[in-house]
Nanobody, 125 residues
């Protein structure tokens, strides 16, 4: 599967962005999908994952209430709605897919075999 992330950009503090990750080549219906981000000089960090049916979402506490993941299996696409953005949210955001991840592994980048190229999000103060 190939993943294409889009929707990043420059936004002011408190603003919103909606990221998309479109998959091609294979259905993501049976995949665990996730968003990670990597800020300059920092390691890639897990943000949120959504399981196949969309009913199980694993998310970091620090973004709960601000970031919302969703998936549209018919469009083979996932989304990340980001509200109340802060300068510390500035990073390259990557989507990832796994057809074998289990609950205990979804926070680890190594659980994902497929990655998008990333989309830059810059939040100005």
């Amino acid at each position: 599967v190939q993943l294409q992330a889009s929707g990043g950009g420059l936004v002011q503090t408190g603003g919103s962005l909606r990221l998309s990750c479109a998959a091609s080549g294979r259905s993501i219906r049976n995949a665990v999908m996730a968003w990670f981000r990597q800020a300059p000089g920092k390691e890639r960090e897990f943000l949120v994952a959504i399981f196949r049916s969309g009913g199980n979402i694993i998310q970091r506490d620090s973004e709960k209430g601000r970031f919302t993941i969703s998936r549209d299996n018919a469009k083979n696409t996932i989304y990340l709605q980001m509200n109340s953005l802060k300068p510390e949210d500035t990073a390259v955001y990557h989507c990832a897919a796994s057809y074998s991840a289990i609950l205990s592994s979804v926070r680890s980048a190594s659980a994902y075999g497929y990655w998008g190229q990333g989309t830059q999000v810059t939040v100005s103060s």
